[in-house]
């Protein structure tokens, strides 16, 4: 596994952790009676706060685990350097378009709800999870890019 895919593998653990507590959340109050706009907003800040820090933490503990590991096996001080090549960055590019594609049309299904006479809130937790189910999406594209040898 390249270093390229190790962090896209964080990222998907991170995501789908924080996307997996957003559900549980959303559906503990539904079951509590519905949504209502104070636990909804501060469950918003979380999960973006989450998902900002869990990324920026494990993509840096990953690193650092990753040139441990490294210094172990070659009995080196020498640090590894990674470095993308034209190849990451198409995948990269590619996993972005996949991702992109996907929250459109989580936009397009949150919108939806609003005009079928949902409320507010209902729209604005669906595109929330949209994006978060997007990152996902995104994340497994690029795994899979990489597996196939793009």
């Known amino acids: 596994m390249s ?7 964080v ?14 959340q959303l559906f503990e109050m539904q079951q509590a009676g519905g949504l209502v706009a104070a636990r909804v907003f501060s469950l918003w800040a979380i999960v973006i706060v989450a998902i900002i ?14 040139s441990i590991v490294h210094a172990i096996k070659t009995q080196s001080e020498h640090v590894e350097k990674y470095v993308e090549d034209e190849r990451d960055h198409l995948i990269g590019l590619k996993g972005d378009r996949v991702s992109h594609i996907a929250s459109s049309i989580g936009v397009l299904i949150a919108m939806l709800t ?3 006479g949902q409320p507010p809130l209902v729209m604005f937790s669906l595109l929330i999870l949209s994006s978060i189910v997007a990152e996902i999406i995104g994340d497994l594209s690029q795994v899979y890019f990489y597996r196939k040898g793009l």
């Open 3 to 9: 270093y390229q895919e190790k962090n896209i593998a």
């Open 11 to 24: 990222s998907l653990v991170s995501h789908l952790l924080i996307g997996g507590y957003y559900l549980s």
């Open 114 to 116: 609003f005009a079928f």
């Open 53 to 66: 820090v869990v990324n920026v933490v494990g993509n840096i503990l990953t690193h650092i685990l990753l």
